[in-house]
């Protein structure tokens, strides 16, 4: 009978702790997602740090070319220093801090496809078996960018879809995170001449 007395006590703390566990759950959760979300913009950041490592090779390769136009080589130091420049929060991602570290990227690209098209005439260049290994380990290195910088966008969406529902949303202080957007004219044809 006196187990009846304290019956209420017990449902309320039963209550009380399964409601606690649930929100320790959600912030658990919540917590892991945004790590996921971090560690994917690290590995888009060491793809592009492979690349940039791997064009000061280029760089060095092309610049034992003789007469090689010494200005092409400087864009391409240039743009590759002003993209190491650029850095990014991951904790604290904002669309401003992805585009600017996007379009810093894609001076890399720009810079580094006029320099394979400018050793193009070069053919003494292209036979070296050390620039035909670097022009393969840039082309691999840009389809592991694309897969990291893919990854990092499915991570942000797992992440968003789940802070931004209810009811975790009721209980996470997460803010959206933005995705990784391609350059502005990336949807335009490439004019290719001759």
Same mark, same amino acid.
């Given at each position: 009978?006196?187990?009846?007395?304290?019956?209420?006590?017990? @449902?309320?703390?039963?209550?009380?702790?399964? @409601?606690?566990?649930?929100? @320790?759950?959600?912030?658990?959760?919540?917590?892991?997602?945004?790590?996921?979300?971090?560690?994917?913009?690290?590995?888009?950041?060491?793809t592009y740090q492979r690349r940039n490592?791997?064009?000061?090779?280029?760089?060095?390769?092309?610049?034992?070319?003789?007469?090689?136009?010494?200005?092409?080589? &400087?864009?391409?130091?240039?743009?590759?220093?002003?993209?190491?420049?650029?850095?990014?929060?991951? &904790?604290?991602?904002?669309?401003?801090?992805?585009?600017?570290?996007?379009?810093?990227?894609?001076?890399?690209?720009?810079?580094?496809?006029?320099?394979?098209?400018?050793?193009?005439?070069?053919?003494?260049?292209?036979? &070296?078996?050390?620039?035909?290994?670097?022009?393969?380990?840039?082309?691999?290195?840009?389809?592991?960018?694309?897969?990291?910088? &893919?990854?990092?966008?499915?991570?942000?969406?797992?992440?968003?879809?789940?802070?931004?529902? @209810?009811?975790?949303?009721?209980?996470?202080?997460?803010?959206?995170?933005?995705?990784?957007?391609?350059?502005?004219?990336?949807?335009?044809?490439?004019?290719?001449?001759?």
């Open positions: 009978m006196n187990f009846r007395k304290f019956l209420p006590w017990i @449902i309320g703390i039963g209550l009380i702790l399964i @409601i606690a566990f649930w929100v @320790i759950g959600i912030k658990n959760t919540g917590l892991q997602k945004n790590q996921a979300v971090n560690k994917e913009w690290g590995n888009v950041e060491t490592d791997l064009i000061g090779n280029l760089v060095n390769t092309v610049k034992g070319a003789a007469d090689f136009e010494k200005g092409t080589l &400087t864009a391409v130091i240039e743009a590759r220093a002003k993209a190491t420049s650029v850095t990014v929060d991951p &904790t604290n991602v904002s669309p401003e801090q992805l585009a600017a570290f996007n379009q810093a990227q894609s001076g890399v690209s720009s810079a580094l496809s006029r320099l394979l098209v400018s050793v193009e005439r070069y053919p003494e260049l292209k036979a &070296t078996e050390n620039f035909k290994k670097l022009q393969d380990e840039l082309a691999s290195t840009e389809n592991q960018i694309l897969t990291a910088r &893919t990854r990092f966008n499915e991570a942000v969406q797992d992440y968003n879809g789940y802070v931004l529902a @209810i009811p975790q949303s009721w209980f996470l202080s997460y803010t959206e995170k933005p995705f990784f957007k391609s350059v502005s004219g990336a949807d335009k044809p490439v004019e290719v001449k001759f």
